[in-house]
């Protein structure tokens, strides 16, 4: 019984401390106080970042994560972009019950790298996509968590910043989608980051280790394509 008050008083202060981290986020990013600190980055380790950093929130949860092998390199803050798909990935893991599958995808479009996020709890209205991402907006949820409405609107300030756009809508079979664009820039020919198959698969094998942090039972698969063939590793049975 004691164990478990003191559990509960650990993780309330950890919201508190959390949610006033988000504030004060939010203030820095409205007023100018972050600069962006620019630099090429492979969007498999910011995708690795945030998995690590959300290993125990994830815990409940069955994560499909799609990342190509062969995306190009971006141009950004990467602390800062880890930070908005953490957010992503942490609204679906306090808005969902536990055992929802939680899917993870990175794709490349026209002139830009979309990360998106998607859960299969139920869809969101229509109202409630248009204005999710805006300050203090908090959706219904069966199985929600409390929370001061900040962490969709820190992620679309970060990604604004970047020049990118933000959007939340339904997808089939009852998912919820929540996405972030960011601009492609053109690698120069003599930067000293090479994007050769060594790198490419240095960064799936980190990336699969971040996976295989997470708590085996709740994993799904993760889909990983190299060289053109689509190969599934599977994670756990």
Do not use: Y
């Not at 950093?53 to 141009?75: K, M």
């Amino acid at each position: 019984e004691r164990r478990a008050l003191a559990k509960s008083v650990a993780a309330q202060a950890r919201d508190v401390s959390e949610r006033v981290a988000k504030i004060l986020d939010m203030t820095r990013l409205e007023t100018g106080g972050i600069r962006l600190e620019r630099d090429w980055a492979a969007p498999a380790d910011i995708v690795q970042s945030a998995l690590a950093r959300l290993r125990e929130r994830l815990a409940a949860h069955r994560l499909i994560a799609e990342v190509p092998g062969d995306l190009p390199l971006v141009r950004v803050d990467a602390t800062l972009v880890e930070q908005a798909l953490s957010n992503l990935l942490e609204n679906a893991a306090k808005h969902t019950p536990a055992g929802t599958v939680v899917m993870l995808k990175v794709r490349r479009r026209a002139g830009e790298i979309e990360f998106s996020v998607e859960d299969f709890a139920g869809g969101l209205s229509a109202d409630e996509a248009a204005h999710a991402f805006e300050k203090f907006h908090r959706a219904k949820a069966e199985g929600g968590a409390g929370g001061v409405g900040l962490g969709l609107a820190i992620c679309r300030a970060i990604v604004e910043l970047h020049g990118g756009h933000v959007r939340a809508e339904c997808v089939s079979g009852g998912a919820t989608a929540f996405r972030f664009t960011l601009p492609l820039d053109d690698v120069p020919a003599n930067d000293p980051q090479p994007q050769d198959q060594l790198e490419r698969k240095q960064t799936a094998a980190r990336l699969l280790a971040a996976l295989d942090a997470l708590p085996a039972a709740q994993r799904e698969a993760f889909v990983l394509q190299q060289e053109g063939e689509l190969s599934v590793e599977e994670i756990a049975t």
